[in-house]
């Protein structure tokens, strides 16, 4: 999920005032983070590593659990029920994504209570600091758009420069889907899914085990940074996506890493897909 759609073809996008004004606000914002941090180099010196006792392969325990559920139940659904109306077909995929992410989530909370110092709190799941998390999540997400209209501006040029002028981004598939049928079920179930469970689940997968496993192994935040972030784009169908999902997932990291909160980075998350849902709607 992903903000492709907002600006999915410049030609037929008209840039409103309330654009440039959050484009502008990002830019300063950033800029700010920028000279206060010499240029990202002290960002993340006093950043603490989470004490745990993970091995190496945990964080893969519920990142196949979720590809598994998910996979063997529409497996099931399709050969059971193979002329399902398309919309029908929809509304059983995404309630397999949502029952899968959410045995997901049941995992990897019962993982970091057994392996992380200071058990949920240790992982960075504590509802105490969620106030401020939520107001944080929104800087920071102000602070990385306009880096992510720059990526996305790069890749349509790049695309357009080796495939041809006819080279366009292709829409999330849940949008999509959102776009093409009306049914009241399938939106609702599409909107709890993308807005509330998967980045939920995939923070607490890629940023909460991923990113804390790579930094107790290697030391370095900025790298463990960079290969959950490439990790977390790579999982995403859309090769086109890959560079912008990078760019935030990084934003994504870094919250986590300068916090210690978990529920940054799920708000940050959540945030942005709620951002390209409500996009898509209005439209």
Not at 7 to 24: P, V
Not at 199 to 218: A, D, H, N
Request: glycine share 6%; charged share 10%; with cysteine.
């Amino acid at each position: 999920m992903n903000v492709f759609e907002i600006i999915r073809q410049f030609g037929s996008y008209m840039i409103t005032e309330s654009d440039f004004i959050i484009f502008l606000a990002g830019i300063v914002l950033f800029g700010i983070w920028l000279i206060k941090t010499s240029l990202g180099r002290a960002a993340l010196v006093d950043s603490a590593p989470r004490r745990n006792n993970m091995p190496p392969y945990m964080p893969f325990i519920p990142l196949f659990i979720w590809f598994g559920v998910f996979s063997l139940a529409t497996s099931i659904t399709k050969q059971l029920w193979p002329k399902l109306p398309e919309w029908q077909s929809a509304f059983f995929d995404n309630f397999f994504l949502c029952i899968s992410g959410l045995i997901g989530m049941a995992v990897t909370i019962f993982l970091a209570r057994t392996h992380f110092a200071g058990r949920l709190k240790g992982f960075g799941l504590n509802i105490k600091t969620a106030h401020k998390d939520l107001f944080a999540a929104i800087v920071n997400l102000l602070s990385v758009w306009p880096l992510l209209i720059a990526t996305i501006t790069l890749t349509i040029f790049l695309g357009k420069f080796f495939w041809g002028q006819n080279f366009q981004l292709q829409q999330h598939k849940e949008l999509e889907l959102i776009t093409a049928h009306p049914q009241l079920p399938l939106r609702v179930l599409i909107i709890i899914t993308t807005i509330a469970v998967v980045p939920v689940f995939e923070e607490m997968l890629f940023r909460g085990l991923f990113q804390t496993m790579i930094r107790s192994i290697f030391a370095e935040p900025w790298f463990a940074i960079a290969i959950s972030s490439g990790l977390f784009a790579l999982i995403h169908s859309n090769a086109d996506h890959w560079p912008a999902l990078f760019v935030l997932s990084v934003c994504m990291g870094y919250a986590y890493e300068k916090s210690g909160s978990l529920l940054r980075s799920i708000f940050i998350h959540c945030l942005f897909n709620a951002s390209s849902v409500i996009a898509v709607l209005s439209q």
